[in-house]
């Protein structure tokens, strides 16, 4: 029997997120009442959140260990229910006897960009995403221009990222402060959702009129190749 695992817990509302949304492919892929065959390995996240920071040195060994364990229970495919984490995967994956494939945020990301032809897109993240390259550089090779809010905009981002993560709901506020994004940046060619949380927000909103790069939702989508 094929089973999409995931590592998840990274935050836990993305992780819901990814079952409801691999539920909902797998449903329409094969109607009637079918539900997804998923392997959910829900890690504690705090001794790896704990250290983006300052730990990339023990940030991949963690990772690793966590994700031996999913590996060990013979999924047909690997998500990591997370962008940033995709970092320490690169870092760690040649250590990992990996006989599956692992749906890569990023590479998948640069895919459909490249897809769409798209130019210049816009990256909303965590200040980590959004600062640093390990994300954008792929892209950049690509010859993909990827534009980061201002340093006051990524404050606010990650403060609702932060809250957001922590279980708490959308608020009206929250979708405020991103219409004036959409309203600011919305002359690029679209916007990468790079955070498993910022989905969650663009879901609550209306009638947005910027093109979305739903990185959650690409990742979803080719995990029902393995069907």
């Known amino acids: 029997m094929k089973r999409i695992g995931i590592l998840g817990g990274t935050s836990y509302p993305s992780t819901i997120l990814y ?24 890690i504690d996240y705090h001794d790896i959140k ?15 260990k966590e994700l031996q364990i999913l590996l060990n229970a013979t999924p047909s495919c690997v998500m990591i229910a997370n962008n940033t984490l995709h970092k320490a995967f690169d870092l760690i994956k040649h250590e990992l006897e990996i006989n599956v494939p692992v749906f890569h945020i990023i590479e998948l990301t640069k895919e459909y960009i490249l897809d769409k032809k798209y130019k210049n897109v816009l990256l909303l993240g965590t200040r980590y995403t ?30 609702i990222q932060i809250q957001l993560s922590a279980g708490k709901p959308v608020t009206a506020e929250f979708i ?19 955070c498993t ?13 910027v093109n979305l790069i739903d990185t959650l939702q ?5 995990a029902m190749s393995v069907f």
Not at 132 to 159: H, M, T, Y
């Open 176 to 194: 405020d402060y991103f219409e004036e994004l959409n309203q600011k940046y919305g002359h690029l060619d679209a916007f990468i959702l790079g």
């Open 197 to 209: 949380e910022i989905p969650l927000l663009y879901k609550a909103m209306n009638d947005v009129q």
């Open 218 to 222: 690409i990742q979803c989508e080719k």
């Open 130 to 159: 959004m600062e640093s390259d390990f994300f954008k550089a792929p892209l950049i090779e690509a010859g993909i221009n990827v534009v980061i809010p201002e340093e006051e905009e990524r404050i606010q981002i990650q403060n």
């Open 50 to 64: 704990s250290n983006y920071n300052d730990g990339w040195d023990v940030i991949p060994q963690l990772l690793k």
């Open 19 to 42: 079952y409801e949304t691999l539920n909902r492919l797998y449903n329409d892929k094969f109607g009637a009442f079918h539900s997804c065959p998923i392997l959910l390995y829900s």
